[in-house]
């Protein structure tokens, strides 16, 4: 009898390979983005202007509307004491497990850190003031706050602002609150959605103004961090559901590549696909899949991620492997080919993030490794990088010249200037001669 996960697995056998490969693709990137035409739009705007026109009056409604927690604008922010008690409270085995990934991942941003070296001809600034986005999930997430802060301080941000809906007993989970007090990060507001994006962006009586957003978050903060960013602010990515692709030949273990697929699409909605070379493998993984999704504690909902946008794919050879994953260009990729991993990984020019071997799960990189896992989605790898100290900075070029240096330069400078008919342009070299 046919069971409804077999409708995932996709064969260069069939007749509409490439087609069912590109609707997958397509659908992949549609759960990042609203629908062309879609009434979510008009009301993110709504709300961007709601706060604009009135401050913290609009952020406290939208608040009560959309979260179902009644606030006054002097209730947004957490206080100090709030901070302090969760960071006491907290279980001192997962205390202890955050100082270290805290560790982890303030020793990687060090070291791809640009803005501490010198060059000649370019200054490099610490942003002032940003924001960082926490969803307010049913479960805590402090690892968000760890990959966003921790670059950032890194980069010499002074002022670090966490806003995150109140969902957790009419206000934010104290284990977030307490990986804000182990980072020092004093200024915690218990808001979120839109609203939260537009008090960011604009700045209220209550709430200052950021230079830059960045974090995830449903498809509504996204949206409300692209219509912010530009004029207002700078922003991260519009980051869509979570996804992982992962490359794997008959030398990888199918049930821990069935169960890496299933740590993504647990996240509903979440993506998981399975690109191999081997119709066998490809069989053990679906079996796999079917067997370990009824043990998870959101079988139905991962389920249905897995139906609409999971896939396990059974290419020919390598090659077109290669080719699709470059153009599906994933958050996550997992390479589990044996001894033939690393090589792979170097044909790989589209990726959030590369996971190399079989002892390189996703997980690694969302909790441990030190790389942030704020990373793009939705294809957008093609063009987006990874968030990293180095987005916490902004550049200045310099420019020094002296008598002599003008003179050698003034006759060239001037015939451009002339040529494109900007006559004050060349008088101001002239003057000087």
């Given amino acids: 009898m046919p069971h409804e996960l077999d409708t995932i697995l996709i064969s260069s056998s069939q007749p509409d390979f490439k087609n ?3 609707k997958l693709r397509l659908a992949i990137m549609k759960a990042a983005v609203f629908e062309a035409g879609d009434p979510r739009y008009s009301q993110i705007r709504d709300i961007i202007e709601g706060v604009r026109k009135h401050g913290d009056k609009a952020v406290a409604e939208y608040t009560e509307r959309f979260d179902g927690v009644k606030l006054t604008p002097e209730q947004f922010r957490l206080n100090e004491e709030d901070l302090q008690k969760a960071h006491k409270e907290i279980d001192k085995k997962l205390l202890s497990s955050i100082q270290q990934s805290i560790k982890n991942v303030k020793k990687y941003q060090t070291k791809i850190f640009i803005g501490k070296k010198k060059r000649p001809g370019i200054k490099y600034t610490p942003i002032k003031r940003i924001g960082i986005c926490v969803p307010g999930a049913s479960a ?6 760890i990959m966003t802060a921790v670059p950032a301080q890194v980069a010499g941000v002074k002022e670090i602002v966490v806003v995150s809906p109140p969902r957790y007993k009419g206000s934010i989970h104290p284990v977030i609150l307490a990986v804000c007090q182990e980072l020092k990060i004093g200024e915690v507001y218990r808001i979120g959605g839109a609203q939260a994006v537009a008090a960011l962006a604009f700045g209220t009586n209550k709430i200052g103004k950021v230079h830059k957003i960045v974090g995830p978050g449903n498809t509504w903060v996204q949206f409300a961090k692209r219509e912010v960013f530009g004029m207002l602010v700078d922003i991260d990515s519009i980051a869509g559901p979570s996804e992982v692709l992962i490359i794997a030949n008959d030398k990888a273990n199918p049930a821990w590549v069935a169960a890496d697929m299933l740590s993504q699409a647990e ?3 979440g993506s998981a696909v ?5 119709k066998h493998f490809a069989k053990q993984v679906l079996d796999e899949l079917k067997k370990q999704v009824k043990q ?3 079988a139905q909902k991962t389920n249905e991620c897995l139906k ?16 699709w994953a470059n153009d599906f260009a994933s958050e996550h990729l997992e390479i589990q080919c044996g001894g033939e991993s690393r090589k792979l990984a170097e044909r790989i020019e589209n990726a959030g993030a590369i996971f190399i071997g079989d002892y390189s799960p ?7 490794a030190g790389p942030s896992h704020t990373l793009p989605t939705g294809m957008t790898a093609k063009f987006f990088s990874p968030l990293s100290a180095n987005d916490f900075i902004k550049s200045t070029s310099i420019i020094e010249y002296d008598k002599e240096k003008l003179a050698q330069s003034a006759d060239d400078i001037i015939r451009l200037a002339e040529t494109e008919g900007l006559d004050a342009h060349a008088k101001s070299i002239k003057i000087r001669q």
């Fill in 20 to 22: 069912r490969l590109g």
């Fill in 140 to 145: 805590p997430l402090p690892s968000t706050v």
């Fill in 267 to 269: 996240h509903n909605p």
């Fill in 274 to 278: 399975v690109f191999t070379d081997s």
């Fill in 296 to 298: 998870l504690n959101r």
């Fill in 308 to 323: 609409k946008f999971s896939g396990i794919v059974v290419f020919e050879n390598m090659q077109g492997i290669i080719e």
């Fill in 362 to 368: 996703v997980a690694v990189g969302d909790y441990w």
